[in-house]
């Protein structure tokens, strides 16, 4: 069975700053992967994924993820912080064509970003 | 073309007493999902259905939850004589295919409070 493990339920960086937030997961077989941003009391937005291709994934709001097969990792990451990036942010898996439909969450990493 | 849509968004209901959450996915989409969201915690699937048929219900708990999604009208998630730690945000999904790769859109959320 799938299961995603993000490191540190609590990131605070300053504006400007670096933003990297973990992501690793464990699968028998290769996933797909997503990152998803949640403002408070608001549904889950799409931030990127990979699913096959280039390792690097670039998403919305400058966001952007590397696919690391070898260290089962699919760290999320910004050069520099804005105040709108504060939100709560989920990785999640889901196997690939004739596995299960269903995505498996990370119990999230909330980022603050302090000015 | 609106998004997922979710109904209503905030509900109390007392112990024992019956709650329908609504879910009508975006124009176009066959297949729903259902997460629940408990404090602190990512989300977590519960049902995933396509017209008239449940095709994975492996997260739903075993008493109590029902969840359908008829040829015509909006998904239900149907909770009977809730409990307190029914408590919890809903979270309604609809993707065009299966998840699989593809992406699935969220709706707003409904957050379910038990009295």
């Known amino acids: 069975a799938q299961s995603v493990t993000q490191l540190g339920s609590h990131v605070s960086v300053s504006e400007g700053a670096l933003v990297l937030l973990r992501c690793n997961y464990s699968?028998?077989?290769?996933?797909?992967l997503f990152w998803y941003v949640q403002y408070p009391n608001q549904g889950l937005q799409l931030l990127l994924k990979?699913?096959?291709?280039?390792?690097l994934v670039k998403g919305i709001n400058g966001f952007e993820a590397e696919f690391k097969k070898s260290e089962t990792s699919f760290h999320l990451t910004k050069p520099s912080a804005h105040m709108s990036d504060a939100a709560e942010y989920f990785c999640?898996?889901?196997?690939?064509?004739?596995?299960?439909?269903?995505?498996?969450f990370g119990k999230g990493t909330k980022l603050t970003v302090n000015p | 073309n609106a998004g997922v849509m979710q109904n209503p968004r905030h509900l109390v209901r007392r112990r024992g007493q019956e709650a329908r959450l609504r879910c009508s996915p975006m124009?176009?989409?066959?297949?729903v999902y259902w997460y629940r969201q408990l404090p602190e915690e990512g989300l977590k699937f519960m049902v995933y259905?396509?017209?008239?048929?449940?095709?994975?219900e492996s997260g739903m708990p075993k008493e109590r939850f029902s969840a359908e999604f008829p040829k015509e009208g909006p998904s239900i998630l149907r909770i009977q004589q809730v409990v307190r730690g029914d408590s919890a945000a809903y979270f309604c999904?609809?993707?065009?295919?299966?998840?699989?790769?593809?992406?699935?859109?969220f709706g707003e959320g409904s957050w379910l409070t038990v009295v």
């Open positions: 999904a609809s993707s065009l295919q299966g998840s699989s790769g593809n992406t699935i859109y």
């Open positions: 699968s028998s077989v290769p996933p797909y």
């Open positions: 990979y699913t096959t291709g280039a390792t």
């Open positions: 999640a898996v889901s196997l690939p064509q004739g596995g299960s439909e269903k995505l498996v």
């Open positions: 124009k176009g989409h066959s297949h």
């Open positions: 259905l396509q017209k008239e048929n449940i095709i994975d």
